[in-house]
């Protein structure tokens, strides 16, 4: 089977993009969500833009949590590689502590 190099990986641009620029993402939905709550206030309520600003408070939460997952993930998987190299270089005969 052969994988076209553009088609691989699906939205990895997307994930690395995020990855990076996540903490300026929460904080921008956390800073629109004040005027939401703020103008909401204003008009006694009577617009939908106190839903809006707690969906925005969720969301930067969500990237918040989706964070700490993908470093507890990562965390989980270089552990596993290295258990998985231990008894490799033991065998080998090389000392594991280069």
């Given at each position: 089977m052969k994988i076209a190099e553009g088609h691989c990986g699906g939205d990895e641009e997307l994930r690395s993009w995020l990855g990076r620029n996540r903490w300026w993402v929460m904080l921008l939905l956390i800073a629109a969500a004040l005027p939401c709550f703020w103008y909401d206030y204003r008009h006694q309520a009577e617009l939908?833009?106190?839903?809006?600003g707690i969906n925005m408070i969720v969301a930067a939460?969500?990237?918040?949590?989706?964070?700490?997952?993908?470093?507890?993930?990562?965390?989980?998987?270089?552990?596993?590689?290295?258990?998985?190299?231990?008894?490799?270089?033991?065998?080998?005969?090389?000392?594991p502590e280069r």
């Amino acid at each position: 089977m052969k994988i076209a190099e553009g088609h691989c990986g699906g939205d990895e641009e997307l994930r690395s993009w995020l990855g990076r620029n996540r903490w300026w993402v929460m904080l921008l939905l956390i800073a629109a969500a004040l005027p939401c709550f703020w103008y909401d206030y204003r008009h006694q309520a009577e617009l939908v833009m106190t839903i809006i600003g707690i969906n925005m408070i969720v969301a930067a939460l969500r990237l918040l949590i989706w964070g700490s997952g993908v470093k507890s993930a990562e965390r989980q998987r270089l552990e596993r590689l290295e258990e998985h190299r231990r008894p490799d270089a033991s065998i080998s005969g090389a000392s594991p502590e280069r």
